[in-house]
T-cell receptor, first 117, second 114 residues
Framework: AQSVTQLGSHVSVSEGALVLLRCNYS??????LFWYVQYPNQGLQLLLK??????LVKGINGFEAEFKKSETSFHLTKPSAHMSDAAEYFC???????????????FGRGTQLTVWP | DTGVSQNPRHKITKRGQNVTFRCDPI?????LYWYRQTLGQGPEFLTY????????KSRLLSDRFSAERPKGSFSTLEIQRTEQGDSAMYLC????????????FGPGTRLTVL
């Protein structure tokens, strides 16, 4: 079975500082990995996904994540935080289901990002 | 692309009552997923459909829960005899069953059971 661990339920950074949100996964097969963001009273929005192509994945809003198989990690980073980045971030893993399509997502518990002015 | 929509956005009910939620996926998407999210947790998978067929159900989905997608378009999730432990955000997502497609989420229905 797949599982995801997000280290740190709350992360606080100053505006302009580096954002680093940690995600480690457990998977018995090559994983497909995702980062979603959830703003208050809104649905989950995909930031980026890794699907076995390039290990460094660039997403929206200046975020990127690097897949490291040896560390079973998929940490999310952004060089310079902006106030609008304050939200909850979820890491998720999926696997192939019925051939080549993706199946259900397994989510971590989420990391709440606070950005201080 | 109008996105995934869910109705109602909020539902307050008394314990023991039945509730039904609706999800309208993105029009060309043939897969539809239901997840449940409680406070401080990530979403947990409940069930999913490909067209009208329900392909997988989680053990979290007790006998009081039933989901349908009768025409392969919208889906309903019904909870019978609600319990306080059912209070959560119920999320719907849709995708294409093509290779590596992304799940797009709706805004969710927040259920409060008194």
């Amino acid at each position: 079975a797949q599982s995801v661990t997000q280290l740190g339920s709350h992360v606080s950074v100053s505006e302009g500082a580096l954002v680093l949100l940690r995600c480690n996964y457990s998977s018995s097969v090559p994983p497909y990995l995702f980062w979603y963001v959830q703003y208050p009273n809104q649905g989950l929005q995909l930031l980026l996904k890794y699907t076995s192509a390039a290990t460094l994945v660039k997403g929206i809003n200046g975020f990127e994540a690097e897949f490291k198989k040896s560390e079973t990690s998929f940490h999310l980073t952004k060089p310079s935080a902006h106030m609008s980045d304050a939200a909850e971030y979820f890491c998720a893993v999926s696997d192939r289901d019925r051939g080549s399509t993706l199946g259900r997502l397994y989510f971590g518990r989420g990391t709440q990002l606070t950005v201080w002015p | 692309d109008t996105g995934v929509s869910q109705n109602p956005r909020h539902k307050i009910t008394k314990r023991g009552q039945n509730v039904t939620f609706r999800c309208d996926p993105i029009s060309e998407h043939n897969r539809l997923y239901w997840y449940r999210q409680t406070l401080g947790q990530g979403p947990e998978f409940l069930t999913y459909f490909q067209n009208e067929a329900q392909l997988e159900k989680s053990r979290l989905l007790s006998d009081r829960f039933s989901a349908e997608r009768p025409k392969g378009s919208f889906s309903t999730l019904e909870i019978q005899r609600t319990e306080q432990g059912d209070s959560a955000m119920y999320l719907c997502a849709s995708s294409l069953s093509s290779t590596l497609d992304t799940q797009y989420f709706g805004p969710g229905t927040r259920l409060t059971v008194l």
